[in-house]
């Protein structure tokens, strides 16, 4: 039986169509009351006072929360640094940051209660840009406006730009992005003396639970946190969000609370870093790359957030695929007063690439080489060394790159600006991007895999059902590892108090590092099955086998079912196999950093209007290299997903920002793709050479998809006009100008 490499329907695929599948808004805890949040007007002020004396005594209202109710309590998380308050400290950093929040009855006693808290402010100047908070002399949102800095420097940069015959210089912005999760973050929580329950909206509920033990005093034993159906994450729903909020006005509510936010106050909870991008590329006549150095400013907003880390892998990632004899990069996170800015899916690659990818053109052009062959002359190849010290390039990005070409049509003799005109104001191009990202996180994952007496699996893991499919996966791996149908396979996850540990949902690991502890549990059970049917047989192991659900022995079978009830001795008893996955588990090769290598490809037919500056996408194509597809459709859904995300911000996603005010906090100002701008043919190609480190040669995907898309319809705009854009997004509007000014006409 084999369901390993087939496009299987998913298994949670009827509850979610037909409305059965339960989300966090939906569940009904009995004496659950609600709960709504105060928010700051002023994006950075100083809290003089608040008094809420008014909106306690108003009948229906259960509870308020202040700064001057979190006594016992350490108000401050954070998943790098612990810089952000549950609700308003000592001041306000960003329009928006709760200052308080009303338990009610309902939620119109809740809205008239928060009308009655009295708070005074004192405004403070503000920060907004991130080169200007890094002046001496700056207003401060913390003890610096330095949020975090990493540095990566191999070779000597100088020597390698005196041996270039060319060196470029060039500047790229990159804007703040909302995720748009469709379900919003919701929290439930549930204070008593005896611990915390709470219902949340979490990518990694066991590291949300690890910090509520630690803020509310308690043992990890105490603290559970489940996630039903998550309705989207993409790195917005990563480490904790409202889960201390929700829990701090339950324990002063006496009941527990659902906080479920709106459009608008997701807006205001988390976004993608912006980015300024100077590169600095020396290059010899005939295209082979000597040096790069790079600085990188990326805007973190109020609070860190996963700054730190994001700032890490942009520096990392803007070298892009490709071979560096030497390499000089400082990427800062840096604070300013605006929404803070966390995990989006593949952190900093889409910046990165924009900058990196964009300027690979850049050269291309100026050199006159073809874009296509300037890649491939310096792109890392399967077992090289992609970074100093990090594992061996396991998979082929040329390869990947040739085939995304192909698929578009490519061809480099086209000169840029030079694509016909027939009289309809339309002219067409062709562009490609490529990036490489280090993934998989931390290599930490259990799973357990049951059987019961009938022959039936149920398989525990703490991985988070985000969309992406992985209790489908989960159960493929299972299934296929123990010949059973899928049917028979029930997939339980993100209960702490039930499933194993997990360490995250995201970074592309599940399926690679959960998948094979998955496989491990089932691999265990399997060995159970062998011992006992050895015994049944008076035989060695090494004469059976399994298939479908037997163990077979020569012309001689017997069920997984009877092999139980023997041992157990009736209808009664369970075989159970533990997956346990760590850096030094296999062998440790999953010790060296990362987990496996993510290559994001991407190629783009456009056609621009001259006269309106409007953008048209009749092909696009992502190439995805996935060691082995457990479930291909699930695959290319991902992977198509990840690229409509990309021409999101390519095309027209940007929060705006006016003197610290969100303009456009909701999805009538704020747009996102819809099925209007769909590229015509939306194509994804997938690799599978079973070279991945997890089951069956899998590997994780998902992120690469997002990364290139920038660039690579930037690159064909110019092809097809010869004007080059270093600012994202691409809207009509600032086409349009940038056509004007390379007329002159401005």
Known sequence: MTTVGKPVPRIDALDKVTGRAAYVGDLEIPGMVHGLILRSPWPHARVVSIDSTEAERLPGVLGV??????????????????????????????????????????????????????????????????????????????????????????????????QSDRVFEDTFTFPMVYHYAPEPHTSIGHYTNQGITVWSTAQHPFLVRGDLARMFGFSL???????????????????????PLAVALSKVAGRPVRLALSVEEAFKTVRRHAARLTVKTGVKLDGTFVARECLIYLDTGAYADNGPLVAGRAGERIAGPYRWPSLKVSSSAVYTNST??????????????????????????????????????????????????????????????????????????????????DGTGLVTGKGLGCNLSGVGSSPTSTALVR??????????????????????????????????????VDVISSDTSIVPYDRSTGSSRSTTLMGLAVQDGAIEVKDQLLELAALHFESPIEELSIEEGQVVRQEE???????????????????????????????????????????????????????????????????????????????????????????GHTLFEEMLYEDGQLLNPN????????????????????????????????????????????????????????????????????????????????
């Open 451 to 488: 059987m019961h007496v009938d022959g039936t699996l149920t398989v525990l893991v703490g991985t988070t059902e985000l969309g992406q499919g992985s209790r489908s996966a989960m159960a493929q791996v299972a299934s296929e590892e123990l010949t059973v149908p899928m049917a028979s």
């Open 65 to 162: 929360l202040t700064r001057d109710h979190l006594g016992g309590i350490d108000p401050y998380f954070g998943s790098v640094v612990r810089d952000r308050p549950i609700v308003a400290m000592d001041k306000v950093r960003y329009q928006g940051e709760p200052v308080a929040a009303v338990a009610a009855r309902d939620l119109a006693t809740a809205q008239e209660a928060l009308e009655l808290i009295r708070v005074e402010y004192e405004e403070l100047p503000l920060v907004s840009d991130t080169e200007e908070a890094l002046v001496p002399g700056s207003p401060a949102l913390h003890e610096t406006n330095l949020c975090a800095e990493h540095h990566y420097d191999w070779g000597d940069v100088e020597e390698g730009f005196a």
């Open 340 to 421: 803070p800015a966390g995990s989006f899916r593949s952190i900093g690659a889409p910046q990165a690439a924009w900058a990196s990818e964009s300027q690979v053109d850049i050269i291309a052009h100026d050199l006159g080489i073809d874009p296509l062959e300037i890649r491939l002359k310096n792109m890392v190849a399967q077992g090289e060394e992609v970074r100093k010290g990090r594992r061996p390039l396991e998979g082929d990005p040329a390869a990947g790159l040739r085939l995304a070409a192909q698929a578009v049509g490519w061809s480099g003799k086209e000169e840029p600006g030079a694509t016909e005109n």
């Open 557 to 647: 079978s017997i069920s997984f079912s009877q092999l139980i009830q023997e041992e157990f001795g009736g209808v009664a008893g369970e075989l159970m196999g533990r997956g346990y996955v760590t850096p030094r588990s296999h062998g440790g090769r999953l010790a060296q950093s990362p987990v496996f290598w993510e290559v994001g490809i991407s190629a783009a037919e456009v056609e621009l209007d001259l006269e309106t500056g409007a953008i048209r996408i009749p092909h696009y194509v992502s190439v995805a290299d996935v060691g082995k597809a457990i479930n291909p459709q699930q695959c290319e859904g991902q992977d198509e997903g990840a690229a409509m995300q990309g021409l």
């Open 667 to 746: 999805l009538i100002d704020y747009k996102v793709p819809t099925f209007a701008e769909l590229p015509d043919k939306l194509e994804t190609i997938l690799i599978e050479n079973g070279d991945g480190p997890g089951p069956f040669g899998s590997k994780g995907l998902g992120e690469g998809g997002i990364v290139a898309a920038g660039p690579a319809v930037a690159n064909a705009i110019f092809r097809a006009t010869g004007v080059r854009i270093k600012e994202l997004p691409l809207t009509p509007e600032r086409v349009w100008r940038a056509l004007r000014r390379a007329r002159g006409q401005d």
């Open 221 to 243: 034993h105490q603290v559970r946190i489940i996630v039903p159906y998550l309705g989207g994450g993409f790195g917005s729903k990563s480490y904790t969000k409202m889960e």
